[in-house]
């Protein structure tokens, strides 16, 4: 019989105006919580989860038990504790609260692998069964009182096995053993009679599983005398906090330079400029994106970004050495005053944004040795020191590493091996690599998520008839890239009796099939948006969703989302309209295919006539939108043309731009826009919006300066001033020069996020770059979360849906926006990375003359576009990264000069292009000047006809 009980706890507080007001906690008790152990004869084990025959082999612990984890276990040995090894594990309540207020990425570890069965994992709520509540005593610290929650935890679930286990004497019953890495908790523990390990312990205990212990995360010991202080102690968080508080230090994340390894920038919440930091000791052991404390440094000691180029360490240099070298580079630059940056040192850490790192073991030291140097893929992360006893195996392989510390005595952080990867330079090794360094969730859909969707053949029911307007028989089309398959959006035009015209955006009707809190929709929200790499795509939804049922094809039913508009033929907008329809699109189009149809006079079919409208709108729409002070930029953007048997690229090109892209982008921009006013109306604190932030005038300070070496002025005061500025610089002698010009100004702008409309002011929503004053993503549900939201408010908007207590909650859905801010982002990496790496297949055994453009004038380097390809790459001007060459730099003036030849930004130049073994583990494109020649720098031009491989007999093509 159960006995449950109310325990309340009374607490007074002070108001402002000194009075005092007494509190209530109340916390309900329960004595029919279950210990989810099969022997366990009380409890009701219907489901249970814990084996009553552990089977691990353990020299320490050679008896049936199972393990409770302490906080520090999971926050620090995760890598470890994923091992299928380890079953029969209890997760206590109080634990898993602690981890997730810790470290989000080791609770959703966590979660993940209470998920896998196989593991065996228990989730016991010892905050809420009445024998294990432990009250917190005064005084006594959050971390003391938690590691006294578990100890008492522990010894209840001993001794509860030991009085309820088979035969109720403890015969054949399983122990408890508890893991922790805080000594001082095991010490606690071992005097109250628990049995306690470290995590090395119980792991160099286990047999047969030797390989676990180079996964284990390396504790050093910080106190340790020896070895040479290489950095600033840190400060103590009570003193950052303070520091906080009263503006001596100030709290930003670290972002480390791709450029030069030894400078970094901090952003600063609300703040326009970022704090500039330089230097060993002023970067002070921060990793990229960690969230730091720092101290301005006084005005005197501000410094300017380094003109250097140090993409890579010097392999032929002993660190100290490049270090000392580099930093007298630095010390030697002039102190330009327009150049100098707002700078800064770190002085503590707040919070570690460790993840696991994917790379390579550097080829120097002895590969039979211990300790091994790892170089990670990803520039901004320092090299880190590992201990690995198979150095051997290892060489030539991609693997993982985690960092576990970075003591003040040691010139790299420490860390640990995880696991490999794979041959490095195989294709599917480095794909792998891209998408686990840009956090790509890529697993196959799991069972559960696959159990959510419709079952086939799936049919329009008569109900779905009634409450759908039915648009079936209207010249709806779709304008989409060749192959694509999640067709999204469609468009309609028509011509109503009173000589307006009607235009129409359909877009597919996602939220029909993902249901919110569904498994398909968690993994939805997870992912966030679909990733497109040049050779494969990850799709947010099963392909039964995104290529069939959600993907509006020709001439086959579908479910869509509709927004219409009366407009007059001048395109000003008379009425909107939003409802949930039924469609069948009349053709599925690619760019090409509608421009030619649109061009075509002798198609005069009314898909033509439509095309031929809407065509016309979207010109006058988008002059609208330029009037008003939207900006026309431009970007370098490449298609592949792939192999279909190898899979690699076989030719390259610019992206072509029609006017149909045109076409469906005003469209798309109109819908968008239009749904932003339609929530902002019904949901006026919690509509999903994306704003486009006003750029501060230091953003554009390169762009105004390599306009004036062109003797442009750039008026950036305002979007419209912008733009016009953009117009008026004519070259008549080389109009590429103003893409460029365009190129820099897309470089200049923020990014554009999703916000929820509650935590800002109207004023903040503004698109800058659109110059809309509201904007929201309501097109892509198919591959977009966000427009997934927006679908689910509008439907509310619509009376097409009930409320949910979801949409209406701002902490979820700015934790929502928040979460697909940064999934957005790391799949734009992600996809710049992928066509890097088939720009690198692309022009391997290639070595040809191309035409291209000074972007970029450094002290030691040119930065090349080319425009035939898209693509950009560095000109070093000598062999030693870090000095100038055989030409003087100007700063002042950003140039280059050699005798009688000036080198500077937009200039045409002539290159040759190849690919070269740049690290240990990446290739990249090498440039090397041709003309202009400079004596000691430039190499002799090349027939290209005789270099290029399509021109040659094919060679045999192979693999590193």
Not at 107 to 135: A, G, M, P, W
Not at 836 to 857: A, W
């Amino acid at each position: 019989m159960s006995r449950n009980m109310l325990k309340s706890k009374v607490f007074l507080k002070k108001t402002r105006r000194g009075g005092v007001v007494k509190i209530v906690r109340e916390h309900y008790l329960r004595d029919d919580i279950w210990c989810g152990a099969e022997e366990c004869t009380q409890c009701e084990n219907d489901n249970a989860v814990l084996n009553s025959s552990p089977d691990v082999v353990s020299k320490i612990c050679d008896f049936p038990h199972y393990l409770i984890l302490d906080t520090n276990a999971i926050l620090h040995q995760m890598d470890v504790l994923e091992d299928p090894v380890f079953k029969n594990v209890i997760l206590l309540q109080t634990v898993l609260h602690e981890v997730k207020h810790q470290s989000y990425t080791a609770y959703k570890r966590i979660r993940e692998l209470i998920s896998v069965k196989s593991q065996r994992c228990f989730v016991f709520s010892n905050e809420h069964h009445r024998d294990t509540y432990t009250e917190r005593e005064k005084g006594e610290s959050p971390n003391d009182y938690n590691d006294r929650c578990i100890r008492h935890a522990a010894r209840w679930y001993d001794k509860h096995l030991k009085e309820f286990g088979v035969n109720g004497n403890g015969a054949n019953r399983a122990s408890i053993v508890l893991l922790t890495n805080d000594i001082k908790n095991k010490e606690k523990a071992q005097a109250e009679g628990v049995e306690v390990y470290t995590v090395h312990e119980y792991v160099q205990g286990l047999q047969g599983h030797s390989y676990l212990v180079e996964k284990l995360a390396k504790i050093p010991n910080f106190n340790k005398a020896g070895g040479k202080v290489m950095f600033p102690e840190h400060l103590p968080l009570s003193t950052i906090q303070t520091g906080l508080k009263t503006g001596k230090y100030l709290q930003g994340t670290f972002c480390a330079s791709r450029e030069n390894y030894l400078e970094a920038t901090v952003r600063i919440p609300g703040r326009e400029r970022e704090i500039f930091i330089q230097g060993l000791q002023h970067l002070n052991r921060g990793i990229q994106d960690d969230i730091v404390a720092i101290e301005i440094l006084p005005k005197k000691e501000w410094v300017a970004p380094s003109a250097l180029i140090l993409e890579e360490k010097d392999d032929e240099l002993e660190e100290e050495e490049q270090d000392q070298n580099v930093e007298e580079e630095l010390k030697k630059q002039k102190r330009i005053t327009a150049n100098l940056k707002e700078s800064g040192k770190v002085v503590g850490i707040i919070k570690r944004n460790w993840r696991p790192f994917c790379g390579m073991l550097s080829p120097k030291g002895n590969a039979k040795g211990l300790k091994h140097m790892f170089v990670a893929a990803n520039r901004q992360i320092p090299r880190i020191m590992i201990e690995s006893r198979q150095g051997e195996l290892l060489q030539n392989k991609k693997i993982i590493v985690s960092i576990d510390a970075w003591p003040r005595n040691s010139r790299y952080p420490l860390g640990h091996y995880v696991r490999d990867l794979g041959e490095c330079g195989e294709k599917a090794t480095e794909n792998e690599v891209l998408l686990l360094e840009h956090d790509v969730p890529h697993c196959p859909f799991s069972q559960q998520v696959l159990d959510d969707l419709p079952e086939m053949p799936w049919v329009i029911t008569e109900q779905d008839y009634a409450i759908r307007r039915d648009l079936r028989n209207y010249n709806i089309c779709s304008i989409d890239p060749p192959g694509c398959t999640d067709i999204d959006d469609a468009l309609h035009w028509r011509m109503l009796d009173n000589g307006n015209y009607e235009c129409g955006v359909h877009i597919a009707d996602v939220t029909h099939f993902v249901k919110p809190n569904t498994n398909m929709d968690k993994e939805a929200a997870h992912r966030a948006t679909t990733v497109y790499l040049v050779d494969q795509r990850i799709d947010m939804l099963p392909e039964l969703l995104s290529s069939n049922l959600c993907s509006l094809h020709e001439k086959v039913e579908r479910f869509a989302f509709s927004c219409v508009w009366e407009m007059t033929p001048d395109a000003d907008i008379v009425s909107v309209d939003f409802f949930k329809s039924i469609i069948s699109s009349k053709a599925a189009m690619t760019y090409a295919e509608a421009q030619m149809i649109i061009d075509d006079a002798s198609r005069q079919d009314q898909i033509a006539k439509g095309l031929r409208h809407l065509n016309e709108l979207a010109k006058k729409l988008k002059q609208k939108r330029i009037d008003a002070g939207a900006l026309s930029l431009a970007s370098t953007e490449i298609r592949f043309n792939i192999d279909s048997e190898t899979h690699d690229p076989i030719d390259l090109q610019s992206k072509q731009l029609r006017e149909t892209n045109s076409l469906v982008e005003e469209f798309m921009l109109l819908a968008n826009i239009s749904v932003a006013k339609k929530l902002y109306e019904h949901f006026p604190q919690h509509a999903v919006l994306r704003k486009h932030p006003t750029p501060s005038p230091a953003m554009f300070e390169t762009l105004i300066k390599s306009a004036n070496s062109l003797k442009v002025d750039i008026d950036a005061s305002t979007g419209r001033s912008l733009q016009q500025s953009l117009d008026a610089a004519i070259f008549p002698d080389d109009p590429y020069k103003n893409v460029m010009l365009r190129i820099l100004t897309t470089r200049s702008l923020t990014q554009a996020v999703y916000l929820c409309s509650g935590t800002e002011k109207f004023e903040d929503f503004k698109h800058y770059g659109l110059a809309t004053p509201i904007y929201t993503h309501f097109t892509s549900p198919i591959r977009r979360y966000p427009d997934v939201l927006v679908h689910r408010l509008l439907g509310v908007a619509c009376g097409a849906y009930p409320s949910s207590s979801d949409l209406l909650n701002m902490p979820i859905v700015q934790s929502a926006t928040t979460h697909c801010n940064y999934r957005h982002k790391m799949a734009q990496y992600a996809g710049r990375a992928s066509v890097n790496l088939h720009t690198q297949i692309f022009f391997k055994n290639r070595l040809t003359n191309e035409d291209g453009y000074i972007l970029f004038v450094r002290k030691n380097a040119l930065q090349i576009l080319i425009p035939k390809y898209g693509l950009e790459g560095t000109v070093y001007l000598s062999k030693k990264k870090h000095t100038e060459g055989p030409c003087s730099f100007d700063e002042e003036k950003m140039c280059q000069t050699a005798g009688d030849v000036t080198l500077q930004v937009f200039d045409k130049v002539i290159v040759q292009v190849s690919i070269e073994q740049k690290t240990i583990q990446t290739t990249e494109m090498q440039l090397k000047l041709v003309h202009p020649q400079i004596p000691g720098l430039s190499v002799p031009p090349l027939n290209n006809k005789a270099t290029k491989d399509d021109e040659q007999p094919p060679k045999k093509k192979t693999r590193k």
